[in-house]
């Protein structure tokens, strides 16, 4: 299985700065037709997830600027350019190139 | 509008067998594979499993495989999850999620509110 590793597990930001999320996979995410299958997902205290990036980097609908994700291979990046209040939550990676499809341990944003 | 909307979930014994729906709404739901992702009380995301449109794929976590079986209904837009052989680890919020386009490259979402199972002798 692909093990999915991020950091950090907790990330106390102060409103209005930068966030960054690292995560690492245990092997290569690139799918036999080139595509690297990472996404990101945030979960807001007490919903369900949604989807903030797809394919390493591109955003998904209706999701502001400031996310952007990078990355290449097995080392990959979330970035949040000015935090809002709205923000706060668990940000997860997710891999689905490979079969079981995993997903990383969280990583825990909330305001200083 | 997408929606899905999960139910069946409950209390049931340790060794007991519950079966989860997911109704869908708002898109072609035969044209879309489909998830079962579940999270224990105050825990991450785990993968639990997927069926392919047509259903003929279907794949599992191996902290499931031979207990739960994922099926669909497409003429009734409706996703399930048969389970048996309940541990008391199974205990978590189950979340039905589609996939967003067919190759799986785009993610999953959106995401139903969940159905709490609870297993507890």
């Known amino acids: 299985d692909v093990l999915m590793t991020q950091t950090p597990l907790s990330s106390p930001v102060t409103l209005g700065q930068p966030a960054s999320i690292s995560c690492r996979s245990s092997?290569?995410?690139?799918?036999?037709?080139?595509?690297?299958?990472l996404s990101w997902l945030q979960q807001r205290p007490g919903q369900p997830p949604r989807l903030l990036i797809y394919k390493i980097s591109n955003r998904f609908s209706g999701v502001p600027d400031r996310f952007s994700g990078s990355g290449t291979g097995t080392d990959f990046t979330l970035k949040i350019s000015r935090v809002e209040a709205e923000d706060v939550g668990i940000y997860y990676c997710m891999q689905a190139t490979h079969f079981p499809r995993t997903f990383g341990q969280g990583t825990k944003v909330e305001i200083k | 509008e997408v929606q899905l909307l999960e139910s069946g979930g409950g209390l049931i014994q340790p060794g007991g067998s519950l079966r989860l729906s997911c109704a869908a709404s708002?898109?072609?739901?035969?044209?879309?594979?489909m998830n079962w992702v579940r999270q224990a009380p105050g825990k991450g995301l785990e993968w639990v499993s997927t069926i392919s449109v047509t259903g003929v794929g279907t794949h599992y976590a191996a902290s499931v495989k031979g207990r739960f079986t994922i099926s669909r209904d497409d003429s009734k837009n409706t996703l399930f999850l048969q389970m048996s052989s309940l541990r008391v680890e199974d205990t978590a919020v189950y979340y039905c999620a589609k996939d967003v386009d067919s190759s799986g490259a785009y993610g999953i979402d959106p995401w139903g509110q969940g159905t709490l199972v609870t297993v507890s002798a």
């Open positions: 092997q290569s995410l690139v799918h036999s037709n080139g595509d690297t299958y």
């Open positions: 708002g898109f072609t739901f035969s044209n879309y594979a």
